[in-house]
């Protein structure tokens, strides 16, 4: 089992700037991926951006050039510091730990970004 601790949310204005974190803690694997997804009520819920824990990045195109994903892999953290934030980022933000070559996947808990423009 994993768990998954969020911290960093909150109301921003538009072109602002937040910072959300995520902690495992767990069985972690030396091979994984950490992430994060974002949803709407009434939506699916999208990918924002992962990082493997051998530093591969993926972003969703509609956040490239404007968040970046970082982690540290000796402390289980995932990173995610979003600039020049949109009223349409306004979502639900869960991390997510997957492992690599499996189906093991977890959830956080979820942390609302409320972008006011």
């Known amino acids: 089992q994993v768990q998954l601790v969020e911290s960093g949310g909150g109301l921003v204005q538009a072109g602002g700037s937040l910072r959300l974190s995520c902690a495992a803690s767990?069985?972690?694997?030396?091979?994984?991926?950490m992430g994060w997804y974002r949803q709407a009520p009434g939506k699916q819920r999208e990918l924002v951006a992962y990082i493997t824990s051998g530093g591969n990045t993926n972003y969703v195109d509609s956040v490239k050039g404007r968040v970046t994903i970082s982690r540290d892999n000796a402390k289980n953290t995932v990173h995610l510091q979003m600039n020049s934030l949109k009223y349409e980022d306004t979502d639900v933000y869960y991390c997510?730990?997957?492992?690599?070559?499996?189906?093991?996947?977890?959830w956080g808990q979820g942390t609302q970004v409320t972008v006011s423009s």
């Open positions: 767990g069985s972690i694997s030396s091979f994984n991926a």
């Open positions: 997510n730990y997957r492992v690599l070559y499996s189906t093991y996947d977890y």
